[in-house]
Nanobody, 121 residues
Framework: QAQLEETGGGLVQAGGSLRLSCAAS????????MGWYRQAPGKERELVAF???????NYAESVKGRFTISRDNAKNTVYLQMNSLKPEDTAVYYC???????????????WGQGTQVTVSS
């Protein structure tokens, strides 16, 4: 079993920046992918960004050029640097990790508790 701890959410003014982090812990054999999702009130949850083995990344069109996802493999931590924030970015951000644990030895998807990001204008 793996556990995720998210930090970094908060309230900022439009144009500001925040950096989210998500640290995975537990009986982890391998982390295969890490990413961030968000869900705004009244909207469906959407993929924001993900990073896989080798450093390949992908971003939602709405955040390209403003957000950057990165990963520290030694710490089993994924980050989301959010710059030039807009009110439309206001949402609960959820970390997601696809990891293989020692017991059982198969890949599962794990979710963080969510962290609120609020951008005022």
């Amino acid at each position: 079993q793996a556990q995720l701890e998210e930090t970094g959410g908060g309230l900022v003014q439009a144009g500001g920046s925040l950096r989210l982090s998500c640290a995975a812990s537990g009986s982890i054999f391998r982390i295969n992918a890490m990413g961030w999702y968000r869900q705004a009130p009244g909207k469906e949850r959407e993929l924001v960004a993900f990073i896989i083995s080798g450093g390949t990344t992908n971003y939602a069109e709405s955040v390209k050029g403003r957000f950057t996802i990165s990963r520290d493999n030694a710490k089993n931590t994924v980050y989301l640097q959010m710059n030039s924030l807009k009110p439309e970015d206001t949402a609960v951000y959820y970390c997601n990790v696809r990891a293989t644990t020692f017991t059982p030895m198969y890949e599962r998807s794990y979710w963080g508790q969510g962290t609120q990001v609020t951008v005022s204008s």
